[in-house]
């Protein structure tokens, strides 16, 4: 089991930026896929950017250049820099950890509580 502890949401204007963190309880070594998603009010979940254990990421077009996802094995903390905030990205954001096979089939999936990101106008 692993548990995921987010920070850092909070309010902001727009132009912003804020700075996202997911501590794990325990070695995200192992963990192949770490990744940010946030649902806004009456919308899907959605995913926002990813990094595998080899630090190579991936991220939703709209993110693309404003954010930088990144992960610390030694303090088992996965990061979120978001810059550049748009009220667009007011969302609650979740903090989400897969383990997987070599083929990549889902063994274990983990998410966190949340933090709320607000931007305003």
């Known amino acids: 089991q692993v548990q995921l502890v987010e920070s850092g949401g909070g309010l902001v204007q727009a132009g912003g930026s804020l700075r996202l963190s997911c501590a794990a309880s325990r070695s995200i070594n192992s963990i192949n896929l770490m990744g940010w998603y946030r649902q806004a009010p009456g919308k899907q979940r959605e995913l926002v950017a990813t990094i595998t254990n080899g630090d190579s990421t991936n991220y939703v077009d709209s993110v693309k250049g404003r954010f930088t996802i990144s992960r610390d094995n030694a303090k088992n903390t996965v990061y979120l820099q978001m810059n550049s905030l748009k009220p667009e990205d007011t969302a609650v954001y979740y903090c989400?950890?897969?383990?997987?096979?070599?083929?990549?089939?889902?063994?274990?999936?983990?998410w966190g509580q949340g933090t709320q990101v607000t931007v305003s106008s």
């Open positions: 989400n950890a897969k383990q997987t096979t070599v083929y990549g089939v889902v063994l274990r999936n983990y």
